[in-house]
T-cell receptor
Framework: DTAVSQTPKYLVTQMGNDKSIKCEQNLGHDTMYWYKQDSKKFLKIMFSYNNKELIINETVPNRFSPKSPDKAHLNLHINSLELGDSAVYFC???????????????FGNGTRLTVT | EDQVTQSPEALRLQEGESSSLNCSYTVSGLRGLFWYRQDPGKGPEFLFTLYSAGEEKEKERLKATLTKKESFLHITAPKPEDSATYLCAVQARTPLVFGKGTRLSVIA
């Protein structure tokens, strides 16, 4: 059974379009995250939600808007896509926020976004 | 600013040739250091958490150690299936900070 699943796996779109990536976890975790891995493989946090509440927002452009309808889901909507948004986006979850109990992250398999 | 530096960037080993990966960190108030394994096209997979200097954790052919400035991931008699990118991350204040990883290739 997939613990953290995200869709789609690949997303190719043109500049200026709006797109969404969906994420679901079946681990019963309270905290979910979006990470961005750029072409240099550097993994950087974008957002974190704990029990549907935003707790981390790391200097991400306003074009990126996360939404958490419930504890098990965290979606990422991106408006007016730019070439620099091309990257692999990973969803992750943990039992609780890492800065409290050092809970390890469980990652999905990523969504490769290509903006042309 | 918290920083994590991993070396080498890439490492090529013959099967059975033991070696170590390094993770140097500069953080204020380390709460935990994590090692993850990432296979191509997959998300990182959790391996270990280390909390304090002197601590060691083992899993199959992998052993992680921690000092006050760095962590090592020792790989003993590696097999081709150990080929992956190994990521180190530190937890101090939020958020978790990752290094860029070491890409390990084990040749049969």
């Amino acid at each position: 059974d997939t613990a953290v699943s995200q869709t789609p796996k690949y997303l190719v779109t043109q500049m200026g379009n709006d797109k969404s990536i969906k994420c679901e976890q079946n681990l019963g975790h309270d905290t979910m995250y979006w990470y961005k891995q750029d072409s240099k493989k550097f993994l950087k946090i974008m957002f974190s939600y704990n029990n549907k509440e935003l707790i981390i927002n790391e200097t991400v452009p306003n074009r990126f808007s996360p939404k958490s309808p419930d504890k098990a889901h965290l979606n990422l909507h991106i408006n007016s896509l730019e070439l620099g948004d091309s990257a692999v986006y990973f969803c992750a979850s943990s039992q609780d926020p890492g800065h409290i109990n050092n809970s390890p992250l469980h990652f999905g398999n990523g969504t490769r976004l290509t903006v042309t | 600013e918290d920083q994590v530096t991993q070396s080498p960037e890439a490492l090529r080993l013959q099967e059975g040739e033991s070696s170590s990966l390094n993770c140097s960190y500069t953080v204020s108030g380390l709460r935990g250091l994590f090692w993850y394994r990432q296979d191509p096209g997959k998300g990182p997979e959790f391996l270990f958490t280390l909390y304090s200097a002197g601590e060691e954790k083992e899993k199959e052919r992998l052993k992680a150690t921690l000092t006050k400035k760095e962590s090592f991931l020792h790989i003993t008699a590696p097999k081709p299936e150990d080929s992956a990118t190994y990521l180190c991350a530190v937890q101090a204040r939020t958020p978790l900070v990752f290094g860029k990883g070491t890409r390990l290739s084990v040749i049969a």
